[in-house]
């Protein structure tokens, strides 16, 4: 190839170009300035879970059909599957990229399809150190036996006190059957004990059980929740027939069927508001919400709302109740009074003010309230600080106190099961640093999200959401069966292959398809793509054709 | 094996008696009917070829260069448009020196949008280096696709094989379609000379500089000169193996003729018709068929048109700004040859314009007419 080949006669001119010698040392990879590699983007879903779920990463393995490998995936990221397949406001379905498209991917029945399967046939791989360190759990409510769970799966020996006779907190007392059936929450807190955890009823904090009770623990965490009961401060609240939210909710499944009469009054937007009604419609009466501010405004999970008017429950929005009308020491009627939107308060949101003259009555038999709750924090000791009603803590749960962690309602206020989860999951991480010594990591991967314009929809066919079933509305009333029901497997896999699995490489091939040279293989011992560097020209197209974005191109720096 | 069959039907079954072994090929009318003919032939396992479906005419023959590279037998057809987008790619075949044999059923050129026959598509090609042979009937669409490869494959240069859209493309004719063991006899098995071969990379059409581009140039042109031999070598062979020979180019009834019509195409079959009929007049009209336009048979047109005293050249195209193509290129073969020889240049037939007897003998009686042309284009049966 050092030669010089001069031609010095035109019967040595060849008739086409041609390279006289092999051009076996001329690798068309030297020809490069970009080199394609594989990445991870953070999918909108993921970076929307509460809970952190890398939902492409389970639902790849449910649209191969591996459906252990994906319930082990699903199991490793959250205790309640399904749970959360149930009762979870699923914010991830609201961020999904598929919207964008068709609609949105159907990853809440998804999830509760893993978590039914798994709770059947799911083969549980119990691996790991075991460990001496005592951890005390107070409270059994979703975020205390969140915390729980992934400290057992850690080694710890974790001990978690309840006050009431039954774990699970909000989710036992507070979600109505209909929405959970109490079988499927018993089922996933067997599976929590099975790691391990140990939970021991009736022993309630402040009464029972003090923080100096707890000195044996390397660790505690404090999951109280929130269960004081806010009241308007109307006229009338005492009256007969005048039932708290919760109270009348946790009745309800200690199945009392508390009687309520004919015609129900609920006042309140919060999720506690519209399982009260829904429950007391199921317990045969006529149910009318007052909220003081516009449908939009409401707290309550929105589908939940939907479903309660399709049931027949009747809204009366912008009204707010003045007082509560007696006859014979029993509610007989609301007074209220109809709202507009005044200045914006510290929540952002539009403070309602009242109407002039704008009063009305309605005819009521019971009146639930349910105007929110908030964390009883008076058995706490004094040196541990609080902040607006709620235990002090930081992103990591950490209080004050070295060795004392809160979360869930107690500390963070925010109410959905799914952060309640997120709020116990964190703080196990950061006990588990805290036992090792080890500083914390920021919580955010860094990893930059997958929009919509990464998406190569060339790939995709239009396919619509899977609808799962649901009860038909004349028979939901008087009775507590589940509203929603299951999928079959075929159903849940067909649906998982609409996942774009934005920025997730889920060994498609078809970056080794387009590959012009060729220089794209699987490695099968090391289940990835290895690009042959050597013969890649950096010619981009398997990157540009990536259906989710998850390759990139960089300069090829030569030089360096 | 005799049958009745369409223009296209006698390509796609030259093309599978030649056995080619790829065929990318895009349809576009009036060759659609090639292109399904073929594809059938494919997925039946008749013939046993890769088709490949192109996205367009450009990735089509881009696509041929890649099989034909690979030391594949390739095949290709198509059309105006068609045609006129692989144009660079037309170039590049020729200047890679592949034997590429592709059929154009000859549509007039667009806007406006036309698909009826002429010429201008394929004659507008001439100067990409590849041969051009125009057929008169069926039969002989058949046995040029044949032949084609024989030429094509001897001088490494591509070889087009024209057919008037509809008037042979869609017109059923008896053919006698030779069984293809004769053909394997003929027509044996491609073994290129150089190819693409992973065992031994090679880069091919690299730049060639300044001092050996020319040379190229000039080997390409040697063997288009190389060609009008083996033409006529392999037509002969043609003609010993299964008694049809056409010649580069035909004459009819040229002795002693006063005027001579020059065709091609389907023109020449009516023409036959009219020269006969002056015959009969005892008028001495004779003809001649130009089946070879590239390479140009220079010598021999000379040679047979330099005793005429008028030559009346039918041209089913028009060069803009210059005249019909065959009469610039019989005028110049007769340069300094045929002092004693006039040239009316004829344009009839544009966009599927029939060109009938009366047609011709309208051309005949212009010519006879005038002792001289009195410009370089006459243009017949157009609207007053």
Same mark, same amino acid.
Request: contains cysteine; aromatic residues 8%.
């Given at each position: 190839?050092?030669?010089?080949?001069?031609?010095?006669?035109?019967?040595?001119?060849?008739?086409?170009?041609?390279?006289?010698?092999?051009?076996?040392?001329?690798?068309?990879?030297?020809?490069?300035?970009?080199?394609?590699?594989?990445?991870?983007?953070?999918? @909108?879903?993921?970076?929307?879970?509460?809970?952190?779920?890398?939902?492409?990463?389970?639902?790849?393995?449910?649209?191969?059909?591996?459906?252990?490998?994906?319930?082990?995936?699903?199991?490793?990221?959250?205790?309640?599957?399904?749970?959360?397949?149930?009762?979870?406001?699923?914010?991830?379905?609201?961020?999904?990229?598929?919207?964008?498209?068709?609609?949105?991917?159907?990853?809440?029945?998804?999830?509760?399809?893993?978590?039914?399967?798994?709770?059947?046939?799911?083969?549980?791989?119990?691996?790991g150190e075991k460990r001496n360190e005592k951890i005390?759990?107070?409270?059994?409510? &979703?975020?205390?036996?969140?915390?729980?769970?992934?400290l057992a799966?850690k080694g710890c020996r974790v001990?978690?006190?309840?006050?009431?006779?039954?774990?699970?907190?909000?989710?036992?007392?507070?979600?109505?059957?209909?929405?959970?059936?109490?079988?499927?929450?018993?089922?996933?807190?067997?599976?929590?004990?099975?790691?391990g955890?140990?939970?021991?009823?009736?022993?309630?904090?402040?009464?029972?059980?003090?923080?100096?009770?707890?000195?044996?623990?390397a660790?505690?965490?404090?999951?109280?929740?929130?269960?004081?009961?806010?009241?308007?401060?109307?006229?009338?609240?005492?009256?007969?027939?005048?039932?708290?939210?919760?109270?009348?909710?946790?009745?309800?499944?200690?199945?009392?069927?508390?009687?309520?009469?004919?015609?129900?009054?609920?006042?309140?937007?919060?999720?506690?508001?519209?399982?009260?009604?829904?429950?007391?419609?199921?317990?045969?009466?006529?149910?009318?919400?007052?909220?003081?501010?516009?449908?939009?405004?409401?707290?309550?999970?929105?589908?939940?709302?939907?479903?309660?008017?399709?049931?027949?429950?009747?809204?009366?929005?912008?009204?707010?109740?003045?007082?509560?009308?007696?006859?014979?020491?029993?509610?007989?009627?609301?007074?209220?009074?109809?709202?507009?939107?005044?200045?914006?308060?510290?929540?952002?949101?539009?403070?309602?003010?009242?109407?002039?003259?704008?009063?009305?009555?309605?005819?009521?038999?019971?009146?639930?309230?349910?105007?929110?709750?908030?964390?009883?924090?008076?058995?706490? @000791?004094?040196?541990?600080?609080?902040?607006?009603?709620?235990?002090?803590?930081?992103?990591?749960?950490?209080?004050?106190?070295?060795?004392?962690?809160?979360?869930?309602?107690?500390?963070?206020?925010?109410?959905?099961?799914?952060?309640?989860?997120?709020?116990?999951?964190?703080?196990?991480?950061?006990?588990d640093?805290?036992l090792r010594?080890?500083?914390?990591?920021?919580?955010?991967?860094?990893?930059?999200?997958?929009?919509?314009?990464?998406?190569?929809?060339?790939?995709?066919?239009?396919?619509?959401?899977?609808?799962?079933?649901?009860?038909?509305?004349?028979?939901?009333?008087?009775?507590?069966?589940?509203?929603?029901?299951?999928?079959?497997?075929?159903?849940?896999?067909?649906?998982?292959?609409?996942?774009?699995?934005?920025?997730?490489?889920?060994?498609?091939?078809?970056?080794?398809?387009?590959?012009?040279?060729?220089?794209?293989?699987?490695?099968?011992?090391?289940?990835?793509?290895?690009?042959?560097?050597?013969?890649?020209?950096?010619?981009?197209?398997?990157?540009?054709?990536?259906?989710?974005?998850?390759?990139?191109?960089?300069?090829?720096?030569?030089?360096? | 094996?005799?049958?009745?069959?369409?223009?296209?039907?006698?390509?796609?079954?030259?093309?599978?008696?030649?056995?080619?072994?790829?065929? @990318?090929?895009?349809?576009?009318?009036?060759?659609?009917?090639?292109?399904?003919?073929?594809?059938?032939?494919?997925?039946?396992?008749?013939?046993?070829?890769?088709?490949?479906?192109?996205?367009?005419?450009?990735?089509?023959?881009?696509?041929?260069?890649?099989?034909?590279?690979?030391?594949?037998?390739?095949?290709?057809?198509?059309?105006?448009?068609?045609?006129?987008?692989?144009?660079?790619?037309?170039?590049?075949?020729?200047?890679?020196?592949?034997?590429?044999?592709?059929?154009?059923?000859?549509?007039?050129?667009?806007?406006?949008?036309?698909?009826?026959?002429?010429?201008?598509?394929?004659?507008?090609?001439?100067?990409?280096?590849?041969?051009?042979?125009?057929?008169?009937?069926?039969?002989? !669409?058949?046995?040029?696709?044949?032949?084609?490869?024989?030429?094509?494959?001897?001088?490494?240069? &591509?070889?087009?094989?024209?057919?008037?859209?509809?008037?042979?493309?869609?017109?059923?004719?008896? !053919?006698?379609?030779?069984?293809?063991?004769?053909?394997?006899?003929?027509?044996?098995?491609?073994?290129?000379?150089?190819?693409?071969?992973?065992?031994? @990379?090679?880069?091919?059409?690299?730049?060639?500089?300044?001092?050996?581009?020319?040379?190229?140039?000039?080997?390409?042109?040697?063997?288009?000169?190389?060609?009008?031999?083996?033409?006529?070598?392999?037509?002969?062979?043609?003609?010993?193996?299964?008694?049809?020979?056409?010649?580069?180019?035909?004459?009819?009834?040229?002795?002693?003729?006063?005027?001579?019509?020059?065709?091609?195409?389907?023109?020449?079959?009516?023409?036959?018709?009219?020269?006969?009929?002056?015959?009969?007049?005892?008028?001495?009209?004779?003809?001649?068929?130009?089946?070879?336009?590239?390479?140009?048979?220079?010598?021999?047109?000379?040679?047979?048109?330099?005793?005429?005293?008028?030559?009346?050249?039918?041209?089913?195209?028009?060069?803009?700004?210059?005249?019909?193509?065959?009469?610039?290129?019989?005028?110049?073969?007769?340069?300094?040859?045929?002092?004693?020889?006039?040239?009316?240049?004829?344009?009839?037939?544009?966009?599927?314009?029939?060109?009938?007897?009366?047609?011709?003998?309208?051309?005949?009686?212009?010519?006879?007419?005038?002792?001289?042309?009195?410009?370089?284009?006459?243009?017949?049966?157009?609207?007053?």
């Amino acid at each position: 190839m050092e030669e010089k080949i001069v031609i010095k006669n035109f019967k040595d001119v060849p008739i086409l170009s041609i390279s006289l010698q092999s051009t076996l040392w001329n690798k068309t990879g030297a020809w490069r300035y970009l080199r394609p590699a594989y990445i991870s983007l953070k999918a @909108p879903c993921f970076k929307a879970c509460p809970i952190g779920q890398d939902i492409p990463f389970y639902l790849t393995s449910l649209s191969d059909g591996n459906l252990n490998e994906a319930w082990q995936k699903i199991l490793e990221a959250n205790p309640f599957p399904s749970v959360c397949g149930r009762v979870c406001h699923h914010p991830c379905e609201k961020e999904c990229n598929r919207r964008e498209y068709d609609e949105a991917l159907a990853i809440n029945s998804l999830e509760r399809f893993l978590g039914d399967w798994g709770m059947k046939k799911g083969k549980i791989e119990r691996t790991g150190e075991k460990r001496n360190e005592k951890i005390a759990v107070v409270g059994s409510g &979703p975020a205390g036996l969140s915390c729980a769970y992934f400290l057992a799966r850690k080694g710890c020996r974790v001990k978690v006190f309840e006050g009431m006779n039954e774990p699970g907190g909000m989710l036992r007392y507070g979600i109505p059957e209909y929405r959970l059936p109490r079988k499927i929450l018993n089922k996933e807190i067997e599976r929590i004990e099975s790691f391990g955890v140990e939970i021991e009823t009736g022993k309630k904090f402040g009464n029972d059980l003090g923080l100096e009770d707890l000195k044996p623990y390397a660790a505690v965490f404090l999951a109280t929740g929130a269960h004081a009961e806010q009241k308007p401060k109307i006229s009338g609240i005492d009256l007969k027939g005048v039932w708290p939210g919760l109270h009348f909710l946790s009745e309800v499944h200690s199945k009392k069927r508390p009687s309520l009469g004919k015609k129900i009054i609920v006042i309140g937007g919060g999720n506690t508001a519209i399982d009260s009604a829904r429950a007391a419609l199921r317990l045969g009466s006529k149910v009318t919400v007052i909220y003081r501010r516009a449908k939009e405004d409401m707290p309550a999970i929105a589908a939940e709302v939907e479903e309660a008017v399709k049931e027949g429950i009747e809204f009366l929005f912008k009204a707010a109740p003045v007082s509560i009308l007696g006859k014979n020491g029993k509610v007989h009627a609301v007074e209220g009074i109809r709202t507009k939107p005044g200045k914006v308060d510290e929540s952002g949101r539009k403070t309602p003010v009242a109407i002039k003259g704008s009063n009305f009555s309605l005819r009521a038999d019971g009146v639930i309230l349910a105007v929110g709750e908030r964390a009883d924090l008076s058995f706490l @000791p004094a040196e541990l600080k609080t902040k607006n009603g709620l235990i002090s803590i930081d992103p990591w749960g950490r209080t004050n106190l070295a060795g004392i962690f809160a979360g869930g309602d107690a500390a963070t206020g925010q109410g959905y099961v799914s952060q309640a989860i997120a709020s116990g999951k964190k703080a196990a991480m950061a006990i588990d640093r805290y036992l090792r010594k080890e500083g914390l990591d920021s919580q955010e991967n860094g990893l930059e999200v997958a929009g919509f314009e990464k998406i190569n929809l060339d790939y995709f066919p239009r396919a619509s959401r899977l609808q799962a079933p649901s009860l038909p509305l004349k028979t939901r009333a008087g009775r507590f069966k589940e509203v929603h029901g299951g999928i079959a497997g075929v159903k849940a896999r067909k649906e998982a292959e609409r996942c774009f699995s934005c920025g997730n490489c889920i060994h498609c091939n078809v970056c080794l398809v387009v590959c012009p040279d060729v220089a794209i293989s699987f490695q099968e011992n090391e289940n990835r793509y290895a690009i042959d560097f050597d013969h890649c020209k950096g010619c981009g197209i398997c990157a540009v054709e990536c259906p989710r974005c998850a390759m990139t191109l960089e300069e090829e720096k030569w030089n360096e | 094996m005799e049958r009745v069959i369409s223009g296209n039907e006698a390509v796609a079954h030259g093309a599978m008696l030649s056995r080619v072994q790829v065929i @990318p090929a895009y349809p576009i009318s009036p060759q659609t009917t090639i292109v399904e003919a073929l594809s059938d032939f494919c997925a039946s396992g008749r013939l046993k070829a890769d088709f490949v479906r192109v996205e367009s005419e450009h990735s089509a023959m881009a696509c041929c260069i890649g099989a034909a590279s690979a030391g594949a037998r390739t095949f290709t057809a198509t059309s105006a448009q068609g045609l006129a987008l692989m144009h660079e790619l037309l170039h590049w075949a020729a200047g890679s020196r592949l034997p590429i044999v592709m059929a154009n059923v000859n549509r007039a050129m667009s806007a406006p949008w036309t698909m009826w026959c002429d010429q201008g598509d394929s004659l507008s090609q001439r100067d990409t280096g590849w041969l051009q042979f125009y057929c008169e009937d069926n039969q002989e !669409v058949l046995d040029s696709i044949i032949m084609a490869y024989r030429i094509s494959e001897k001088v490494l240069l &591509p070889s087009m094989v024209c057919l008037d859209g509809f008037i042979l493309s869609h017109t059923y004719e008896q !053919v006698e379609i030779p069984d293809i063991s004769e053909v394997d006899q003929y027509l044996p098995s491609y073994t290129p000379q150089y190819k693409l071969d992973v065992e031994d @990379p090679h880069s091919f059409n690299a730049a060639f500089l300044p001092d050996i581009y020319m040379e190229q140039r000039m080997k390409m042109q040697e063997s288009m000169e190389e060609a009008k031999i083996v033409a006529r070598e392999v037509d002969k062979e043609f003609g010993q193996a299964f008694g049809r020979s056409y010649g580069m180019m035909e004459e009819y009834r040229v002795e002693d003729a006063d005027i001579l019509l020059v065709t091609t195409g389907t023109v020449t079959g009516t023409a036959r018709v009219v020269v006969d009929e002056y015959r009969r007049k005892e008028e001495k009209v004779g003809l001649l068929k130009m089946k070879m336009f590239r390479p140009f048979p220079t010598e021999e047109v000379r040679r047979v048109l330099q005793q005429a005293r008028k030559v009346a050249v039918v041209d089913r195209n028009i060069s803009f700004g210059s005249t019909g193509i065959f009469a610039q290129e019989i005028r110049s073969a007769l340069h300094h040859h045929g002092e004693g020889t006039s040239v009316f240049g004829f344009i009839a037939g544009l966009g599927g314009r029939d060109v009938t007897p009366a047609v011709l003998k309208e051309i005949v009686e212009y010519a006879k007419g005038k002792e001289a042309p009195e410009g370089d284009i006459a243009w017949i049966g157009a609207k007053p």
